[in-house]
């Protein structure tokens, strides 16, 4: 909502929920849970190998804790972050996490991917 108040960020702007948890997150089970969020907004995940590869250079942690059965919880990061249109860590939003700070933090860089083109 913050974003569609700033046009000049949120036609810009694709939103991707990685799930770490690829042995019960199903495609369509992220596929619902992303857009109760945004219709818009995109959902995938993988191996862990290739989380890690992905996980690894953001400093997201992420772990399976101890299993009982299919019953286990994951512990992961609750952190946001914006990758610039190279591909390269922009910033990290740690938690508790503030609308009026996100949307700022992606108008900027927005603004900035301009000196990209």
Avoid: C
């Avoid at 929920?17 to 019960?24: C, I, L, N």
């Avoid at 989380?51 to 512990?75: F, I, K, M, N």
């Avoid at 996490?97 to 990209?116: G, P, S, T, W």
Wanted: net charge neutral.
């Amino acid at each position: 909502q913050h974003l569609a108040q700033r046009p000049e960020g949120a036609a810009t702007v694709q939103v991707v929920f990685v799930s770490v948890d690829p042995a019960r997150d199903t495609p369509a089970q992220l596929k619902e849970y992303a857009r109760y969020f945004n219709a818009n907004f995109i959902a995938t995940t993988g191996t862990l190998e290739q989380l890690d590869v992905l996980t690894g250079p953001l400093g997201v942690r992420h772990r399976r804790l101890t299993e009982q059965g299919a019953e286990y919880r994951v512990e992961h990061s609750a952190d946001v972050w914006l990758i610039d249109p190279r591909g390269r860590l922009y910033a990290r939003l740690p938690a508790p996490h503030y609308n009026e700070e996100i949307a700022k933090q992606f108008v900027a860089l927005v603004q900035r991917a301009e000196d990209y083109r």
